[in-house]
C-alpha cells in the first residue's frame, strides 16, 4: 500500500482550524458536519496524533494539530504559487516574496524594491527577520529571495546561490566640525565612534585599528543600521557605516562624509535556492541591481 497523504482531508482539517468550530466549517465547505468529522478523524488515524481538543464548545489545536496546520498553509501556499506561475488563473498577479536580515539597512533595501514600486504587474511583501528563519523560510519556498550581508553555509541537502548586487564601501560619517582632523587615525583616537555589530564592518574596522597602532574611542556597538543613522543623526558619535546608510542625511547636508578610505566594504547579496519555477520578476529585478552597483 502506497504511504500517501489524503489532501482533501488535509483542506477539511485547515477549514475546521480556521474556524474553530466543526459545524461552521461544515457550512462553509457546504459538506455534512457528519461526513466531515470522519474526514478529520481519518487524517487523525492516518497521522497517529489527536489533532483537536474541546475546550468550552470551540475546538482548539494541539500541539501536533498546530504543526500539521503549519504544513498545510505551506503546502496550499505553493498550490497558489503553481496556478499563478503556470497563469492557470488569468487574474492572478505572483507575489515577489522578499525577505531581508533585520539589521540590512532600510535605505539598500528601498533601494532594491524601487523598480517594483509603482508596478501593475507584481506585487510583492517584504519580511524582517533572523538571518536562518529566513533562509528555513527560502527552502520551503515560502520567500523568493533573501536580502543578507553574509552567505548562508550549505549543508546536506541545503543548496544556496548567492548573488552579489551591491558593495558598499564603508566610510566614517558625521558633524563636519568632528571630521576636522589631519589624519584617519588622530580622528579614529580622538571622537565618539559608533560602530555596527555586523561581522564584516566590525571585522575590518579591528583590523583597521590594529594596523594603525591606535585605541578608538568606541562609545557604541549596534546591531541594526536604522539605530546607527538614528544615533549619528543625533550627535552621539561618528557612524563607521557603509554610505548608503546615511545617503539621505549626507544629500541633505545634515551629515558629512570624512575624506578617508578605510578599505572595508560591505557585500549585499541576494540569496535564492534552485527553483525549476523562478519568480518571472526576480531575474530583471537582480539584472537591475547589478547594473545600478556598477554606474
Known sequence: MINRLNYHHLRYFREVAIEGHLGQAAARLNVAQSA??????QLEDRLGVALFERIARKLVLTEEGRIVLDHADQIFKAGDELLATLQLS?????????GAISTLSRNFQLQFLRPLLGSDDYTFSLTSGQGQALFDELETLSLDVVLSTHIPENKGDKSY????I?????????????????????LLAHEPLIVP???????????????????????????????????????VGLAIA???????E?????LTTAPFDLGIFEPFYAITVPRRF?????MQLLTDQLSEDQR
Open 161 to 164: 546561490a548567492a548573488q552579489l
Open 250 to 254: 549626507i544629500q541633505s547636508g545634515l
Open 197 to 235: 555589530t555586523e561581522s564584516v564592518i566590525q571585522t575590518g574596522f579591528e583590523n583597521l585599528v590594529a594596523r594603525l597602532g591606535i585605541q578608538p574611542n568606541v562609545v557604541a556597538h549596534v546591531d541594526d543600521m536604522a539605530m546607527v543613522r538614528l544615533l549619528a543623526r543625533e550627535g
Open 36 to 41: 466531515l468529522s470522519v474526514q478529520i478523524r
Open 166 to 186: 551591491a558593495q558598499q564601501p564603508v566610510r566614517v560619517h558625521g558633524s563636519s566640525e568632528r571630521l576636522k582632523h589631519p589624519t584617519l587615525a588622530h
Open 90 to 98: 488569468s487574474t492572478a498577479k505572483p507575489v515577489l516574496r522578499i
Open 278 to 282: 523562478p519568480h518571472p520578476a526576480l
Open 242 to 248: 557603509p554610505t548608503v546608510v546615511l545617503a539621505d
